[in-house]
């Protein structure tokens, strides 16, 4: 492989739910395992910098790019064996969900309706109700910029709330993953997949965003929350949803050039196709600093930044 096999001056904002983004230096595809492992080793012979893209469900992208080269997942085979799927980073969430229901295979009917792909949601331990991608991870492969591959065992993943240690472990890319589900019945299993998506069309807005543009929020003892009401969330587990902090904060609605706080979910920031990431950034901070004044919470970012 050479510099040559690489597009150059590559547009990022199609590439992403939120759509916005510069140009990447260089842009690559990569099919397979082995499209992976060349282009790794190449970044390392030519010192270029590199970041990975799967769905781009969960990023922001600098007005100004990324200056290296970008990767995209594209190995999206994937099998089943008994209880397992053997999948790579790049097959669709979505994919994964409907075939194991298919197959009688329980474990994944949370993320019904969620975009973005397996390796994606691996690198940011995906969730919801209460379940993540962690419940059902089995071994995760990774390669390294010397070729090398290596495989991570649940434990080793070291998984927290939306964290893992893929975030803090630079040279390193998720090729595939074992899953490890459970045996259940495909009508029923359908019957959930429907009543999950039906309820994420009710409640998260079907328009250009990252999804969730900041991590539920642990409180410190010092924070004054708001007074709890009758639209208390009913699940608080051990954080304080933070699109629900962003609401009492007055922010539904507010506006910053193309992107607009929404008014069915405060924590998802919508680009009405017009939106740069300078306006959404500017109404991330806004968000953050009067949060914070008016409650004490440090809101904490889930979305990847990429170029900044």
Same mark, same amino acid.
């Given at each position: 492989?050479?510099?040559?096999?690489?597009?150059?001056?590559?547009?990022?904002?199609?590439?992403?739910?939120?759509?916005?983004?510069?140009?990447?230096?260089?842009?690559?595809?990569?099919?397979?395992?082995?499209?992976?492992?060349?282009?790794?080793?190449?970044?390392?012979?030519?010192?270029?910098?590199?970041?990975?893209? &799967?769905? %781009?469900?969960?990023?922001?992208?600098?007005?100004?790019?990324? #200056? %290296?080269?970008?990767?995209?997942? @594209?190995?999206?085979?994937?099998?089943?064996?008994?209880?397992?799927?053997?999948?790579?980073?790049?097959?669709?969430? &979505?994919? +994964?969900?409907?075939?194991?229901?298919?197959?009688?295979?329980?474990?994944?009917?949370?993320?019904?309706?969620?975009?973005?792909?397996?390796?994606?949601?691996?690198?940011?331990?995906?969730?919801?109700?209460?379940?993540?991608?962690?419940?059902?991870?089995?071994?995760? =492969?990774?390669?390294?910029?010397?070729?090398?591959?290596?495989?991570?065992?649940?434990?080793?993943?070291?998984?927290?709330? @939306?964290?893992?240690?893929?975030?803090?472990?630079?040279?390193?890319?998720?090729?595939?993953?074992?899953?490890?589900?459970?045996?259940?019945?495909?009508?029923?299993?359908? %019957?959930?997949?429907?009543?999950?998506?039906?309820? @994420?069309?009710? *409640? *998260?807005?079907?328009?250009?965003?990252?999804?969730?543009?900041? @991590?539920?929020?642990?409180?410190?003892?010092?924070?004054?929350?708001?007074?709890?009401?009758?639209?208390?969330?009913?699940?608080?587990?051990?954080?304080?949803?933070? &699109?629900? +902090?962003?609401?009492?904060?007055?922010?539904?609605?507010?506006?910053?050039?193309?992107?607009?706080?929404?008014?069915? *979910? %405060?924590?998802?920031?919508?680009?009405?196709?017009?939106?740069?990431?300078?306006?959404?950034?500017? +109404?991330?901070? =806004?968000?953050?600093?009067?949060?914070?004044?008016?409650?004490?919470?440090?809101?904490?970012?889930?979305?990847? #930044?990429?170029?900044?």
């Amino acid at each position: 492989m050479h510099l040559s096999d690489f597009k150059t001056n590559i547009i990022l904002a199609p590439y992403t739910s939120l759509g916005v983004g510069g140009p990447a230096d260089y842009f690559y595809e990569a099919k397979n395992e082995e499209d992976l492992t060349a282009a790794l080793k190449l970044v390392k012979e030519e010192n270029i910098s590199y970041i990975m893209l &799967g769905g %781009g469900t969960n990023v922001m992208v600098s007005d100004n790019g990324f #200056r %290296g080269l970008v990767i995209v997942a @594209r190995n999206n085979d994937f099998s089943i064996n008994g209880e397992n799927i053997f999948a790579g980073a790049g097959c669709p969430l &979505g994919v +994964l969900v409907a075939s194991s229901a298919k197959n009688g295979l329980a474990g994944l009917e949370w993320a019904a309706g969620l975009p973005g792909t397996l390796g994606g949601a691996i690198y940011g331990n995906a969730g919801t109700f209460g379940k993540s991608i962690s419940d059902i991870i089995s071994e995760v =492969k990774i390669i390294d910029t010397e070729g090398k591959e290596r495989i991570f065992n649940q434990q080793d993943c070291e998984f927290g709330y @939306r964290k893992s240690i893929f975030q803090n472990t630079p040279g390193v890319v998720i090729v595939s993953a074992k899953l490890k589900m459970q045996h259940g019945d495909s009508t029923l299993l359908k %019957g959930e997949l429907k009543k999950n998506a039906l309820w @994420r069309l009710e *409640h *998260h807005p079907p328009y250009k965003s990252a999804g969730c543009i900041f @991590r539920n929020s642990n409180p410190s003892p010092d924070a004054h929350l708001p007074l709890l009401e009758t639209d208390q969330p009913k699940q608080w587990f051990d954080k304080v949803p933070s &699109g629900w +902090l962003i609401d009492k904060a007055g922010l539904k609605g507010s506006t910053n050039g193309g992107f607009i706080i929404s008014e069915v *979910h %405060g924590n998802f920031f919508i680009n009405n196709g017009t939106g740069t990431a300078k306006q959404l950034n500017e +109404l991330i901070e =806004k968000a953050k600093k009067d949060v914070n004044e008016k409650f004490g919470v440090a809101l904490e970012e889930e979305v990847r #930044r990429i170029g900044f």
